[in-house]
């Protein structure tokens, strides 16, 4: 199937709603370095020089700066700094398929992805928690996750990963899975998503059941979905990543406003933008 597609809160809601206020002071100082990070990605791919790319991957992967050197797999450890990130950011949400967030939210918001984008991994990890627990932890958001290829250049392996975080989703850990693949996110353009690595990846989400997930993915449901989203940018014009669309529930979908000006990717798209867009929908 892959060769043909290539082209609640809940009784722990006090012990997070605690933490929140740190991790919400330790977002701001992410996003303020994430701005700075996402100015020098962009000089890197215009190719100036190769030595900004290096510059570049020391700077924003500082999960590999942690390790000294990024392994070909992650390590799965429950422990890890990673899984208390994650687990921070999402602990207490309902998730159900590629949705996170209550069903009956007011206001939808799409989030077209590609797993390997680096500037999707700036937007994920430094700049979505504030959205989440201003919008989503307070039912007035729901997130749907959407995928869109720009920057993995191997058409099977954008395949193979996305699908692989639409079977997470099967399990209501779409996002878990998404969020730890950006936290051990490796450099563009080096191949380095190999079967190994998404085991590695789903080997870190908590409670997923590695042998309904490995089915699972064969589901043509999830290929079907990747086609979904593929028509959806093309028409909608979603050029690059992450790009997002916003909506009052079961309505019409809209661009985040400043979505189309260069300097105002999607990545940059916080708690504070984000209320300002809901407050000019129709």
Known sequence: MTAKLVMSLDANRGVVVSSQGRAKRRARVAQERAVQDLKK??????????????????????????????????????????????SAVLDGIPQSGYTLGQPTAP????????????????????????????????????????????????????VNQQTAALAAGAQ??????????????GPEYTGYVTESYLNGIASQVP?????????????????GQLVADRHTAIVRRLRSTPALLIG?????????PGYEEPELPGSLVDAMTLKEAIEKLP
Request: net charge neutral; charged share 20%.
């Open 248 to 256: 009052r529930t079961g309505g019409k979908m809209m661009r985040l």
């Open 41 to 86: 990605t962009q000089l890197a791919r215009t190719g100036l020089a190769a030595v900004v790319i290096a510059i570049v991957i020391v700077g924003v992967l500082s999960v590999v700066g942690r390790s000294g050197g990024r392994p070909a797999t992650p390590v799965g450890a429950s422990d890890s700094q990673t899984d208390r990130e994650v």
């Open 172 to 185: 209501g850990k779409l996002w878990n899975f998404v969020d730890t693949f950006y936290h051990e996110q």
């Open 107 to 158: 206001v939808t918001l799409e989030v077209f992805l590609d797993l390997e984008c680096l500037t999707s991994k700036l937007f994920v990890v430094s700049f979505l928690p504030s959205i989440i627990y201003d919008w989503v932890r307070t039912n007035n958001v729901k997130i749907e996750f959407h995928s869109r290829e720009t920057d993995t250049h191997n058409p099977r392996a954008f």
């Open 207 to 223: 409670d997923l059941n590695l042998t309904q997930w490995e089915s699972d993915r064969q589901n043509k449901h999830y290929f």
